[in-house]
């Protein structure tokens, strides 16, 4: 069965430092692998996605993403956060087998980011 | 990025009544919707995935019979509440997807209904 791991319910970090988001996953064929953002009372936020090609993954906001298939993986970082960073962060998985298929999100962490 | 609009953004509404929550791909054909319930401080959770012209595939535990849906057109899909109690009160969240595989899914702005 698919799933994905959010090990932390919440990161705190200070403003201009580096942050990381954990994110781990179980799949049973070639992930698509997927992080949005949620600002309170609103919808989520498309910010990067993996699907094939190479680990590193750039995306909305000055955020990244490295695909790691060994550790079953996809942390999402930024090298300095900004307060307005702050919301709540999602990684979602779609077995590849299945295109059409829907997302399996990890519960969410929130990230907390200090002037 | 594409645009899914979800309306409305609130909801208040009485016991026993029906609420219609709509969701409406912009700028792109929506061949799959997904509707999602989200409960404070949790993930969101699926409750059934529509393609256009047929009918929803539920979620395990999801009353069909309660919340109806409808994916009619290839830019519109709605969600009705039927017979709406205090327990129903929650974020529910619209997402759609185009026909191409490696497509992500874009979100709506999500509906808070509140059951009084």
């Known amino acids: 069965a698919q799933s994905v791991a959010q090990p932390e319910d919440q990161v705190n970090v200070a403003e201009g430092n580096p942050l990381t988001v954990k994110c781990t996953y179980s799949?049973?064929?070639?992930?698509?692998l997927f992080w949005y953002v949620q600002y309170p009372n609103r919808g989520l936020q498309f910010l990067l996605k993996?699907?094939?090609?190479?680990?590193l993954v750039k995306g909305s906001y000055g955020f990244e993403a490295e695909f790691n298939k060994s550790q079953t993986s996809f942390h999402l970082k930024k090298p300095s956060a900004l307060v307005s960073d702050s919301a709540l962060y999602f990684c979602?998985?779609?077995?590849?087998?299945?295109?059409?298929?829907?997302?399996?999100f990890g519960k969410g962490t929130k990230l907390s980011v200090k002037p | 990025g594409a645009v899914v609009s979800q309306h409305p953004s609130r909801v208040i509404c009485k016991s026993g009544t029906s609420v219609k929550i709509e969701c409406r791909s912009l700028?792109?054909?929506?061949?799959?919707m997904f509707w999602y319930r989200q409960f404070p401080k949790q993930s969101l959770m699926l409750m059934a995935t529509?393609?256009?012209?047929?009918?929803?595939?539920?979620e395990q535990g999801v009353e069909k019979d309660k919340f109806l849906i409808n994916h009619a057109s290839l830019t519109l899909s709605t969600l009705t509440v039927t017979s709406a109690h205090p327990e129903d009160s929650s974020f529910y969240i619209c997402?759609?997807?185009?026909?191409?595989?490696?497509?992500?899914?874009?979100f709506g702005q999500g509906t808070r209904l509140t059951v009084v």
């Open positions: 997402s759609a997807r185009g026909s191409s595989p490696n497509t992500e899914a874009f």
């Open positions: 799949v049973s064929g070639n992930p698509y």
């Open positions: 993996y699907i094939t090609g190479d680990n």
């Open positions: 979602a998985v779609r077995d590849g087998r299945g295109s059409q298929g829907n997302l399996i």
């Open positions: 700028d792109f054909q929506a061949t799959t």
């Open positions: 529509s393609n256009e012209g047929s009918k929803a595939t539920y």
